[in-house]
C-alpha cells in the first residue's frame, strides 16, 4: 500500500480495532483503579449538593440523594453486600460526579466506608432512569479520580465519558451544552468538540450500523473448523448456520430489540418505584440497610424472583494471576482461554494472525500497523488451529446478556464482550455472572478480565470482586472449550 492510499483510509475505521497494551477497559483495568491499602491520601471531590439539586430539576437527571437510597436498597437486596464482604458499611453522603458530553450528570460515583471510616470501594450509579437499576459497577477500591484530574491546567476542573466509554477531562458548560477545554485521558491530549457528540439510543444504532457492524460480519472461513461435537449437535448447529448467514442488517434487528427491551424494563423498574420516592427520601439509611418492614416487604417482592447468587468459572478465575500481561486485546483474549484449557501459551500465534485473512482486503495493512486487533471472524478461525481442534469461538454476534449469563452459570464457558475503550473497540472476557431484577425486568452485572488486569477473586474479603453492568450495544461472542 502507498502512502496515498495509507491516508485515504478513514481514521474511525483504522482505530476500530486498534487494540494494544496501553487500552484496556478502564471500567475494568486495575491501574486506573488505585488500591486504598497502597494509598497514603485518597483524593476524592466530592459534589456540590446545591448545584447537584438545581440539575436534578431537569427530568434527565435522577436525584442524587434518590439515586443514593435506592442503591442502598439494591445493594442490599441484590445481595452485593454479600458478595463484596461490606457488612456494616455506609455510603459518602455527596457522589463524585462523571458528565456525558452535554454537561448533564452521566453517572454518580458513590464511595463506600467501613464502620472505621477508610474507604473500600465505589459504587457507580446511573444519573438518570434510562435503565432498570440505579447501579451500573460494584468495585472493590476506589479511582485515582486526580489522577484524571491532573490532567487538565483548569482551575475547576471535570471528568466527563462519552456513549463508549472514552473518559475526559475539562471544563463544563451550561447543562446541555458542550463542554470546554477537553483532554482525552487515554492520551493527554485536547479534543475538538466540533467532532464529538452525544449519542443516544437510534443514534448508536445508526453509528454501528455505518461504521462498525460491516466489519464485525465473520469471513466463511470462520466456520471452516468447527469442532465435530458442535456440529453434531442439532442446538449448536442453528448457531453455527444463523452465523454462516449473518448481515448487517441482521445485526441492526438485534440491537434495536436489545434497545427496546432496555427501555420497556427501565420503564417498568422506574413505574414500580415512583409512588414510593417520596418515601425513600424521607427513610434513613439505618431502616434501608436494616430492611425495615415496609421496603423490605417491597423490595423483597420486586428482588427475589430471580436467581442472585453469584456464578463464575473456577478455572478462568484461578489461573488469571499467571498469565502474561499486557498485549493487544483481542490476541490475549483468545491466548488466555487456550491457556486456561490446555497450558499453552499462543498468544503470539494469535497477534500474528490478527488482520490478515482478507476479511478488510486493502486495509489490512493500516490495521496491522495500528495493534493486530482481532476480528470475530479471525478468532473462530484460529482457535481450533491452535488448540487442535478442541476449542472454538462462534464469531456470530449476539446483542442479549441473557446469553452470557447463561453461557457462563448453565455451560460453565466464558463468553467474549466487545465494548468501547478509549477510542476505539475492545474485547474482554467474562467469567463470572450475577443476575438481578424481577420477572419485569433482568440486569446481569459480570466479572471480567482484560489483557492480564486483575478483576478481583469471587468471595474474597480484601478484593471481592468488580461487577460490570455491560451498555445495551455490547455484542457478545461465545466460547466453547
Known amino acids: 500500500m502507498n502512502k496515498i492510499d495509507l491516508l485515504s483510509i478513514p481514521f474511525c475505521v483504522i482505530l476500530l480495532f486498534a487494540c494494544n497494551n ?9 491501574s486506573s483503579i488505585e488500591s486504598n491499602h497502597k494509598r497514603q491520601e485518597l483524593y476524592i471531590p466530592y459534589a456540590d449538593s446545591v448545584e ?45 460526579v462523571i458528565y456525558n458530553l452535554e454537561s448533564w450528570p452521566k453517572f454518580y460515583d458513590f464511595i463506600a466506608f467501613d464502620s472505621e471510616n477508610n474507604a473500600i470501594g465505589t459504587i457507580r450509579v446511573n444519573a438518570n432512569r434510562k435503565n432498570s437499576s440505579v447501579i451500573n459497577g460494584v468495585y472493590s477500591s476506589v479511582f485515582d479520580y486526580n489522577e484524571f484530574l491532573t490532567k487538565s491546567n483548569a482551575s475547576n476542573p471535570s471528568i466527563f465519558m462519552d456513549w463508549k466509554g472514552e473518559q475526559f477531562v475539562g471544563v463544563r458548560s451550561k ?33 454501528m450500523e455505518t461504521h462498525i457492524l460491516p466489519t464485525l460480519i465473520p469471513d466463511q472461513r470462520a466456520f471452516e473448523k468447527v469442532p465435530d461435537y458442535m456440529v453434531a449437535d442439532e442446538e449448536l448447529n442453528k448457531e453455527i448456520e444463523y452465523g454462516k448467514n449473518m448481515t448487517v442488517e441482521a ?63 473456577d478455572k478462568y478465575d484461578d489461573r488469571k494471576h499467571f498469565y502474561r500481561r499486557g498485549g493487544a486485546c483481542g490476541p490475549w483474549v483468545c491466548g488466555y482461554i487456550l491457556y486456561v484449557n490446555q497450558g499453552k501459551d499462543k498468544y503470539d500465534f494469535f497477534y500474528n494472525n490478527a488482520s ?65 475503550s ?52 455490547n455484542p457478545w461472542l461465545m466460547v466453547w472449550d
Open 22 to 30: 496501553e487500552d484496556l477497559s478502564p471500567e475494568i483495568l486495575g
Open 52 to 96: 447537584l439539586k438545581e440539575l436534578a430539576q431537569n427530568k434527565k437527571v435522577l436525584d442524587f440523594e434518590l439515586a443514593r437510597k435506592i442503591t442502598l436498597l439494591e445493594m442490599n437486596e441484590t445481595g452485593f453486600v454479600q458478595d463484596m464482604a461490606w457488612n456494616g458499611y455506609h455510603l459518602a453522603p455527596n457522589p463524585v
Open 175 to 207: 447543562a446541555g451544552k458542550a463542554p470546554k477545554q477537553i483532554i482525552s485521558v487515554d492520551n493527554g491530549t485536547p479534543v475538538l468538540m466540533e467532532n464529538m457528540r452525544e449519542l443516544e439510543g437510534e443514534e448508536i444504532i445508526q453509528h
Open 251 to 313: 445485526l441492526k434487528d438485534s440491537m434495536e430489540v436489545s434497545l427496546a427491551r432496555t427501555e420497556e424494563e427501565a420503564k417498568a423498574y422506574w413505574n414500580t418505584l415512583s409512588a414510593y420516592e417520596q418515601e425513600l427520601l424521607e427513610t434513613s439509611d439505618e431502616e434501608l440497610n436494616n430492611e425495615g418492614k415496609f421496603f423490605g416487604r417491597l423490595f423483597r417482592r420486586i428482588f427475589s424472583r430471580t436467581d442472585k447468587s453469584l456464578k463464575w468459572i
Open 356 to 420: 490478515s485473512f482478507g476479511e478488510f482486503g486493502i486495509l489490512n495493512f493500516a490495521l496491522r500497523l495500528f495493534g493486530r486487533p482481532m476480528t470475530p471472524g479471525e478468532m473462530g478461525w484460529t482457535m481450533p488451529i491452535a488448540s487442535n481442534g478442541k476449542i472454538w469461538i462462534n464469531p456470530a454476534l449476539c446483542f442479549a446478556d441473557l446469553f452470557a449469563y447463561d453461557q457462563i452459570k448453565h455451560y460453565k464457558k466464558p463468553a467474549i464482550r466487545l465494548c468501547g
Open 422 to 473: 478509549g477510542r476505539q473497540l475492545h474485547w474482554t472476557l467474562a467469567y463470572g455472572a450475577k443476575q438481578t431484577g424481577s420477572w419485569l425486568w433482568r440486569n446481569y452485572y459480570f466479572l471480567q478480565i482484560d489483557n492480564g488486569a486483575k478483576v478481583g477473586v469471587p468471595g474474597d474479603k480484601k478484593n471481592g470482586g468488580n461487577y460490570t453492568k455491560v451498555d445495551w450495544w
